[in-house]
């Protein structure tokens, strides 16, 4: 099985760009074009402003706060391989994991913030003992595509 979650992180990025382009036509419209006269709704101009801001920082800064990443999954081979790279206004740096199944030793799922951040630990048998992996934020992850994961990890360690 394999599969990503390009969709979700497409639509994000769509949202950010979408709020971007709404923030920068109030901005015009309101400062520079004097277009919009005030008070709208028994609002200031300043009020709609800090509204506004409060939304696009909002939009902005919450799949970074929440850790959401982009996520390649794959157990169709011998291996179980993740890549993942951070998915915020700033793109972090593209990392891989590749586990052969034969050693793969279990993962462990942490979450935090009223479980509105998880993340994977995988572990892996080495000669010297146990090695364990870097954290994969799945908190992008659909339900669906969560327990596709966890029932291929549940499967992979039973063959163990």
Known sequence: MTFDNSKTIISTRIR??????IFLIFITLTYAAKLIKYPVLGMSDTVWTLILTACYLIIAFLPMYLSYQ???F????DKIIF?????GI???RKNSVEINKQSFSGY???K???????SIILFQHIKGGEAKYPPIYISALTREEKAKVFRSLNMSLRKV
Request: hydrophobic share 50%; glycine share 6%.
């Open 16 to 21: 950010l760009f979408a709020a971007t382009v």
């Open 70 to 72: 982009y996520v390649w």
């Open 74 to 77: 794959s157990d169709d081979n």
């Open 83 to 87: 890549r993942y790279f951070h998915a």
């Open 90 to 92: 700033v793109s972090g």
């Open 108 to 110: 462990k799922v942490d």
């Open 112 to 118: 935090k913030l009223f479980g509105l951040i998880q």
